[in-house]
């Protein structure tokens, strides 16, 4: 099951969490630009 030669996969799934969560704040304009930025 675990690939040595699929090491993005694990990233992937890591982005796409971390880019809801970045789509969700993007969305509230109530959280300031800077915070987007450090994410």
Do not use: D, N
């Amino acid at each position: 099951m675990a690939q040595i030669g699929r090491p993005q996969e694990r990233v992937l799934i890591l982005s796409e969490t971390e880019r809801e969560e970045l789509a969700r704040l993007s969305r509230s304009q109530s959280a300031p630009h800077s915070l987007v930025r450090a994410g």
